[in-house]
Each structure stands twice: as structure tokens, then as C-alpha cells.
Nanobody
Framework: QVQLVESGGGLVQAGGSLRLSCAAS????????MGWFRQAPGKEREFVSS????????YYADSVKGRFTISRDNAKNTVYLQMNSLKPEDTAVYYC????????????????WGQGTQVTVSS
């Protein structure tokens, strides 16, 4: 069983930055594809970004491309999401997910989920 704990969310003004972290338990973190998803009130959970086990392959949603950067530190069992030039439409609960067994852009392919961290961007 893998436990994921997100941190780094908060309230920021439009144009600001935040860095989310997701710390994973267990010794197999380095083998997992990791992803970030978000869910705004009244909307479905949507893909934000993913990173392969080695960090060599990343994907981004079109809405965050060029503003967000995903990275990982396998020695620390942690994946990060650096979010720059934040917009009010980025406001959502951000979830970390681990161990995709298929298309990492699809939420249904992930085995483990964190509890989420709130990101609020004011205009």
C-alpha cells in the first residue's frame, strides 16, 4: 500500500507561483509513473501533468503547458509541481496520483491517490 501526502497549496494572487509536493511512502516509488490532477467545484477531475519513473517523459495539459513544471526526486520519494503565472481558473483541489498502469493522462489508470491540497488563485 502506498500513501501519498500533498503539501504546498494555499492562496496566491494571479500571476504568482506555488510549488506543490507529494511525498510517497514505500520503497517502490522510483518505479511509479506519477501524476497531478485537479478538481474545481462543480467540475470533473482533470489531468494536469504526469512524469515517468525516470523523469524522462512528461505530459502536460494544454491549459498549463509553459506555466507548470513537474519533476521528481526518487531519493526523497517526492514529486513536485511548480506552478508559475497562476490564473484564477487554476483554482482547484490538486491531487497527486501514483502507479499509472496505462495512459498517464487518464485518472482511471492510477492505483493510488492522495487527499488533495487546495490551491486558490485570486484575481
Amino acid at each position: 500500500q502506498v500513501q501519498l501526502v500533498e503539501s504546498g497549496g494555499g492562496l496566491v494572487q494571479a500571476g504568482g507561483s506555488l510549488r506543490l509536493s507529494c511525498a510517497a511512502s514505500g520503497s517502490t516509488f522510483s518505479t511509479y509513473t506519477m501524476g497531478w490532477f485537479r478538481q474545481a467545484p462543480g467540475k470533473e477531475r482533470e489531468f494536469v501533468s504526469s512524469i515517468s519513473w525516470s523523469g524522462g517523459r512528461t505530459y502536460y495539459a494544454d491549459s498549463v503547458k509553459g506555466r507548470f513544471t513537474i519533476s521528481r526526486d526518487n531519493a526523497k520519494n517526492t514529486v513536485y509541481l511548480q506552478m508559475n503565472s497562476l490564473k484564477p481558473e487554476d483554482t482547484a483541489v490538486y491531487y497527486c496520483a501514483a502507479d499509472s498502469v496505462g495512459d498517464p493522462r487518464r485518472a482511471t489508470t492510477y492505483m493510488y491517490w492522495g487527499q488533495g491540497t487546495q490551491v486558490t488563485v485570486s484575481s
